[in-house]
C-alpha cells in the first residue's frame, strides 16, 4: 500500500501569490514524523518542515507552513508568497517511529512521488 | 549547506565494477541513512546505522554493503553492478534516531 500519497505530479504558481502542495500519507503506528523537502535542479535534498504527530499547532518554518489534518491523514504543505527561487521538485516523507527485532527503535523516511512546483514571474 | 559530506559527486563505472560511496555526518550526528532515488523508484530507503550498529534495512541489494565506522562515517559498497544501479544515492544524518534527517548533496553514479 502506498504510504505517503502526493497527487499533483506538477503544479504552476505565480509569484508571490500562496501555493498549497497535497500529501496524505497512511499509517497505524501513533508516533510518527511527516516532513517536507524539496528539491532543486541542482540535486541536493533541503529540509524545509518538520510536524509530529502530536504536535497540537501546525509547524511553520518563516514562508513554509504544514496544515496537518491528522483525521484525514493529510500533511499539506503551503508556500506563502512564492519566490522563483522556489521552483523545485517537493517530496513529503513519513518516518514511522518502530523498533526493530532486537529492541532498538529506527526510524526511515519513506518519501511521496514529488510534486514539481514552477514559479512563473 | 546541510553539514553532510558526500564523496565524489559523480561517478561514471562500467557493469560489473565495484564502487565505494563516502559520507561524513553532521558534527554531532550519531545516525546515517544511505537513500537511493532513481526514475522508475523514487526515493527509496537503503540502510539505518546509528553509532556503529546497523539498526534498519530497506531495499538494499545483497551486491549492496554498508558500514559505519568508530569516526561515525560511512560508506556505501555496490559491487556488481549493472545498468539499473545508476541513480543518485543520498546519504543523511541525524543526531538521533527519531530526529529530522539532513541531507548530503548527493554521489550520482553512472552505470555503462
Known amino acids: 500500500a502506498q504510504k505517503i500519497t502526493q497527487t499533483q505530479p506538477g503544479m504552476f504558481v505565480q509569484e508571490k501569490e500562496a501555493v498549497t502542495l497535497d500529501c496524505t500519507y497512511d499509517?497505524?503506528?501513533?508516533?510518527?514524523?511527516l516532513f517536507w523537502y524539496k528539491q532543486p535542479s541542482s540535486g541536493e535534498m533541503i529540509f524545509l518542515i518538520y510536524?509530529?504527530?502530536?504536535?497540537?499547532q501546525n509547524a511553520t518554518e518563516g514562508r513554509y507552513s504544514l496544515n496537518f489534518q491528522k483525521a484525514r491523514k493529510s500533511a499539506n504543505l503551503v508556500i506563502s508568497a512564492s519566490q522563483l527561487g522556489d521552483s523545485a521538485m517537493y517530496f513529503c516523507?513519513?518516518?514511522?517511529?518502530?523498533?526493530?527485532?532486537?529492541?532498538?527503535?529506527?526510524?526511515?523516511?519513506?518519501f511521496g512521488q514529488g510534486t514539481i512546483l514552477t514559479v512563473h514571474p | 549547506d546541510s553539514g553532510v559530506t558526500q564523496t565524489p559527486k559523480h561517478l561514471i563505472t562500467a557493469t560489473g565494477q565495484r564502487v565505494t560511496l563516502r559520507c561524513s555526518p553532521r558534527?554531532?550526528?550519531?545516525?546515517v541513512y544511505w537513500y537511493q532515488q532513481s526514475l522508475d523508484q523514487g526515493l527509496q530507503f537503503l540502510i539505518q546505522?546509528?553509532?556503529?550498529?546497523?539498526?534498519a534495512k530497506g531495499n538494499i541489494l545483497e551486491r549492496f554493503s554498508a558500514q559505519q565506522f568508530p569516526d561515525l562515517h560511512s560508506e556505501l559498497n555496490l559491487s556488481s553492478l549493472e545498468l539499473g544501479d545508476s541513480a543518485l544515492y543520498f546519504c543523511?544524518?541525524?543526531?538521533?534516531?527519531?530526529?529530522?534527517?539532513?541531507f548530503g548533496p548527493g554521489t550520482r553514479l553512472l552505470v555503462l
Open positions: 546505522y546509528y553509532n556503529g550498529e546497523e539498526r
Open positions: 543523511a544524518s541525524s543526531v538521533d534516531v527519531g530526529e529530522t534527517q539532513y
Open positions: 558534527s554531532g550526528d550519531l545516525s
Open positions: 510536524q509530529g504527530s502530536y504536535d497540537q
Open positions: 499509517t497505524s503506528d501513533p508516533s510518527y514524523g
Open positions: 516523507a513519513m518516518r514511522e517511529d518502530l523498533i526493530n527485532a532486537g529492541g532498538t527503535s529506527y526510524g526511515k523516511l519513506t
